[in-house]
């Protein structure tokens, strides 16, 4: 199973993306990609499903989503898989998890590489810390788990995951600054706001327009060619 949720989510199973079919099951689903291979609580995702259904029928509501979601990974698994949709989708005492299998979930990645970044600017190895902390930045497409009506629970998920990015994008500008990569940083930021388009307001598009903001002033202060932005940034 492959999972992504730095943007819309997306589940796919064998090759093939599973498709919810009622908002309610879109819903379960996404709250499962954000913690998969870990059980989500039957009370969180009741919780969760509130937003669309009363509170008295949110249970039966998850348990039908759950049913609907499972029809769904019936018809993406096919016949002679080892997995099942009990075993994909699987109950737990006191909740739900979806099982990967050990497939891909940008999540993960996106941590490995920011990790990575981070390590590498500990040890003042700038062009390695840039690298990876640009492919950490690539893997999102937009805001994290981008169209779901979240609840308290997936909003703090969602919170965290934002927090790291626009953490790594920091980590990132100064990375670039220590190598005086300044003109080419500057359209590097134009470039990540403009993929940005479907939320031109949000917190990271306007992470991007102040770090641009920055990264400008910085290179008009610089007196010459003899003195690089790092130089610049550390008087």
Known sequence: MDIEVLGAPRVTE???PITAPTPESRHVLAALAASPDRVVPVSVLAEELARHTSPEHSRAALYTAVRRLRERFAEALGAGSVRT????LAARPGGYLL??????CDVREFE????????????????QAAARLRRALDL??????DGIDAGSWLRGRTASLDADRLSVLGQWVEAELALGRHRELLLELAGLRGAEGRHPDGTYP??????????????AALPGPGLTLAGAVRR
């Open 85 to 88: 949709p009990e075993t994909v």
């Open 99 to 104: 099982d990967t299998g050990g497939g891909r």
């Open 140 to 145: 999102w497409t937009g805001p994290a788990l």
């Open 112 to 127: 490995r590489e920011a990790g990575a970044g981070y390590r590498a600017m500990g040890r003042g190895d700038f062009a």
């Open 14 to 16: 064998n090759g093939v």
């Open 206 to 219: 306007a992470a991007l327009r102040r770090a641009e903001t920055r990264v400008a002033a910085l290179r």
